[in-house]
């Protein structure tokens, strides 16, 4: 009796385990094809980088991957599960998930031509001429210090594939790993979610959206959602239920590696708490928000243009890839690819308080409303942007304001230095310490 009990617990742990596994199948096959597939195709990485670093953890690490270049997408395998992604000239990669290939591949993607003008003939920040003066305050010494420290690839220091920093203005030191280079584009993860802020940022200054008036979403009319507003998405305190945990099977990992309408997936969320009370950090807020900014306009064509011709190319961004999930929403959570200099551009005009060159951008007073505190936050963040209000970078200034994603991604903005910080990585949580890092640099900083 007690044999066949025991046989009964271990079946049902059994089966228990393969019903959860089977869950995650689509999430272990989905970041694995995904993120392989963009490295290859947008960020001209190879195969084998991915695998033995960005790749190289958990279950992700186990699966088999087939990298067709010809038809340019990736097909990854693990026991029974399989996911694939393709790629959109101009769009980067997407999951075929909820949507067929052929509906995906055909939308109205459009493209605005590229700037007329040879970047190494033009002053930067627009093009890429640089100044061969070094701004006054620096100690140049110790900001070469603060960069090998940045570079030498051990804890709290590990995983670093560039720092640039921008001073006064003015590009004064940059530094690549030995397998990258300034034309390397660098994967976003959740600093795309600043990104989204600029967008809506614009559309707010066309009178194409509002901040604080409810949103009109139907499926929300006959419940309390129905008060939530443009500005509780972006704060991250809807009262949506939302888990965010990357570990696991959670709201983020389903989200991202399989659901082919990824705003679609937030709205359907219950409201589990009073708007503007609670804060929750949700990629799903983000994609929702870009869901809603892609129906105030009148067609895809150029909701798809929009990007590029009203922020890219206004910035001299010539790098820059927005991708799309399968229902051709722009991931405004995590997918965005660019290089080390145009992410520094992007922390330009938030510095300069959204004008460019004498162009304003951003409506007047954007970047203040971007910067002020979210409501639960503590004073962690605002507006689709990290604060350091609550001095969580002691060693920072408290008016540092900045782009945070997953895996090591930062840019710095900290007005009261004149500065721009940008970092890219491969770093697991605990290696790479941007307190202290931020610290050696700043001390190179008068």
């Known amino acids: 009796m007690k044999k066949r009990i025991v046989l009964y617990a271990l079946l049902i742990i059994f089966l228990g385990a393969v019903f959860y596994l089977n869950l995650l199948m689509p999430i272990i096959t989905g970041y694995a094809a995904k993120n392989l597939a963009s490295a ?6 190879s195969q084998e980088s991915m695998e033995k670093e960005d790749l190289n953890f958990s279950f992700i690490k186990l699966t088999s991957n087939t990298v067709d270049r010809d ?22 990669c997407t999951l075929a998930e909820d949507f067929s290939e052929n ?80 034309e390397n584009k660098f994967l976003s993860w959740s600093m795309a979610k600043s990104f989204t802020n600029a967008l809506v940022g614009i559309r707010v200054k066309e009178q194409k959206m ?9 499926e929300w009319q006959n419940d309390e959602r129905k008060k939530i507003t443009l500005n509780n998405l972006m704060q991250m305190n809807s009262g949506l239920a939302w888990n965010e945990d990357y570990g696991n099977l959670s709201d983020v990992t389903v989200m991202l590696h399989k659901e082919g309408d990824m705003g679609l997936y937030t709205l359907q969320k219950e409201f589990k708490f009073p708007a503007d009370s609670v804060w929750v950090y949700s990629s799903g807020s983000t994609n929702l928000v870009c869901r809603v900014l892609r129906k105030t306009f009148a067609n895809d064509a150029d909701y798809f243009l929009f990007p590029q011709k009203a922020l890219f190319n206004k910035l001299g961004m010539r790098s820059a890839v927005f991708e799309v999930d399968a229902s051709g929403t722009f991931v405004g959570s995590s997918y965005l690819y660019a290089s080390m200099r145009d992410y520094a551009r992007f922390g330009l005009l938030f510095l300069n308080d959204g004008n460019w060159l004498g162009e304003q951008i951003l409506p007047e007073g954007w970047v203040s409303y971007s910067t002020q505190p979210a409501n639960g936050s503590d ?22 304001f900045l782009c945070r ?40 900083i008068s």
């Open 40 to 45: 290859v195709f947008v960020a001209g990485r």
């Open 71 to 92: 038809k340019k997408e990736v097909t990854s395998r693990f026991l029974w599960g399989k996911s694939k992604a393709i790629y959109i000239e101009g769009f980067g």
């Open 103 to 182: 509906e995906i591949k055909s939308r109205p993607y459009q493209h605005v031509d590229k700037m007329l003008f040879d970047p190494d003939t033009v002053s930067w920040p627009m093009g890429d001429l640089l100044a061969d003066t070094v701004p006054s305050g620096v100690n140049i010494n110790q900001l070469n210090h603060a960069l090998n420290l940045a570079m030498s690839d051990t804890v709290p220091f590990k995983g670093t594939f560039s720092v640039l920093v921008v001073y006064k203005g003015q590009l004064l030191a940059e530094v690549y790993r030995d397998d990258f280079s300034a």
């Open 210 to 218: 509002k901040l604080n008036d409810p949103l009109d979403i139907s």
């Open 379 to 400: 004073g962690k963040y605002g507006s689709f942007f990290w604060l350091n209000q609550s001095l969580e970078y002691p060693d920072a200034p408290k008016d540092m």
């Open 405 to 444: 994603g997953h895996d090591g991604q930062y840019i710095c903005i900290i007005p009261s230095k004149e500065l721009v910080i940008v970092r890219t990585g491969y770093s697991k949580k605990g290696e790479f310490d941007l307190n202290l890092f931020l610290k050696e640099i700043l001390a190179g």
